[in-house]
């Protein structure tokens, strides 16, 4: 290869290197929406699941092959050893009239064989369901069950969803904390500074710069926690929606992204309740109908089925193995069977199945009751964070003012170290609770959401 070459071919591996390194080092990105149907995607649940469907599908077709018809082939080859003796006894064909002189025919027992020694037997069987109540009963009922099972899947996915959520928002409170300490860490490194100057010049305390230094050695314990905390929210969140543990990902929205406008916290709040958005009532209602069909197919078991058969084959029999003649053997009908007298046992499970229904549907009340509860206080929750969020914003501000009021104080001499860490600390706490009201909101916000079935 010449240097020309060489050249080229360098340039190609270069390229080749680079866009490979960059394609590994892509993150992934998520909004919340996002992550949530990554996580019903993807998640073992999910697929656990989807096989729970696939399972119903099956079963389905395995119920339905009991009403369709059945065939099977037979081949069957008899040698024996000795053929079968059996006795005709005397008399058998003519009593015979000793009067007259007519003996018995046969005149003694015979010890007679039928048959030949070979035999090869080849025949088909066939079976077909016309009529049974309890099978098309029973078939509904499948199709009810694949409804349940796939309702019991929409649960799943809400459940998870909600697990999605309130992961996702405490990475975003994690990174919101990591950024006011970090803003707290500049401001109070600028102060020490200038405080250790002020000193240096004879003009404060030793006991100022202490006060300062140990603030900012506790900004930093707490700075270190606090991305510790990130650390393991993260994975809960991966591990929420089911993505590999060893990826690195990338939260699109803040906490502030998350937030209602007035207008939609207004809609959420005035929400009318219905109970088949939740998948839970849904899954009830699909096994309410389950029931009622347990009832009817026990009651139709009173009705009388009806089966139809054929069958046809064809028998080889010769002295000789697989010599001889062919003989076909040709049968068709129906087999009617009528219930009678079965001792009580239909109507005993009649009662219990009615028994089954009436247990259910005191569930379903309870589900009702229970979720008229949870709407009613998640609504309260949503409402009071709402107010506390404003209130904490406004103690926020007014703390930051506090604390820049007392900072001037200071630099000018009117002011003590005292009191910039008095302020410090109500600066520091206001804005840890409206980090954490800001979280509570959002949380209620998914919890009103969930009890409502919205998600």
Do not use: C
Not at 111 to 120: A, C, D, I, P, T
């Amino acid at each position: 290869m010449n240097i020309s070459g060489m050249n080229n071919y360098l340039s190609h591996l270069f390229i080749w290197l680079t866009f490979s390194l960059t394609v590994s080092a892509q993150v992934d990105q998520f909004t919340l929406d996002q992550a949530i149907v990554f996580a019903r995607e993807n998640h073992n649940s999910i697929k656990s699941a989807a096989l729970d469907i696939t399972d119903a599908n099956e079963r389905i077709k395995e119920f339905l092959a009991i009403g369709l018809p059945n065939v099977n082939g037979s081949v069957k080859m008899d040698h024996f050893l000795r053929l079968p003796t059996s006795v005709i006894p005397a008399g058998s064909f003519f009593a015979g009239n000793p009067e007259q002189g007519e003996d018995p025919n046969p005149i003694e027992d015979l010890e007679v064989q039928f048959g030949v020694k070979n035999q090869l037997t080849a025949g088909l069987n066939a079976q077909v369901l016309l009529f049974d109540g309890q099978f098309f009963t029973g078939l509904r009922a499948t199709r009810f069950f694949k409804d349940l099972v796939q309702s019991q899947v929409d649960a799943t996915r809400e459940s998870l969803a909600i697990n999605v959520a309130k992961s996702y928002l405490g990475v975003l409170v994690a990174q919101r904390n990591q950024e006011m300490l970090a803003q707290n860490l500049s401001n109070l490194e600028k102060i020490l500074n200038e405080t250790r100057a002020i000193y240096e010049n004879g003009f404060a305390e030793k006991l100022d710069v202490d006060r300062l230094e140990l603030s900012h050695a506790n900004l930093k314990v707490e700075e270190e926690r606090v991305v510790n905390l990130e650390i393991v929210s993260r994975n809960v969140l991966k591990f929420s929606m089911g993505y590999p543990m060893d990826q690195d990902i990338i939260l699109l929205e803040t906490l502030e992204d998350l937030m209602l406008s007035d207008y939609d916290m207004n809609v959420l709040i005035n929400t009318p309740l219905d109970y088949t958005q939740r998948a839970e009532y849904v899954a009830l209602q699909k096994a309410d109908q389950l029931n009622e069909l347990g009832i009817r197919r026990h009651k139709v078991g009173y009705y009388p089925s009806l089966y139809g058969f054929g069958s046809y084959s064809q028998t080889l029999q010769g002295a000789k193995f697989l010599q001889g003649n062919w003989y076909p053997t040709a049968l068709i009908g129906l087999n009617l069977n009528l219930p009678i007298f079965d001792g009580g046992d239909k109507s005993a499970k009649i009662q219990r199945a009615t028994i089954v229904v009436e247990k259910h549907r005191l569930l379903m009340n309870d589900f009702e009751r229970a979720m008229n509860l949870e709407v009613a206080n998640a609504k309260i929750t949503f409402q009071n964070t709402l107010k506390s969020s404003g209130t904490t914003q406004k103690t926020v501000q007014l703390a930051e003012h506090i604390y820049e009021t007392t900072q001037i104080k200071y630099r000018e001499g009117v002011g003590s170290s005292i009191e910039v860490n008095q302020a410090e600390r109500e600066l520091y706490q206001s804005q840890t609770n409206y980090i954490n009201t800001l979280f509570d909101l959002l949380v209620a916000k998914v919890e009103l959401e969930k009890a409502l079935g919205n998600l």
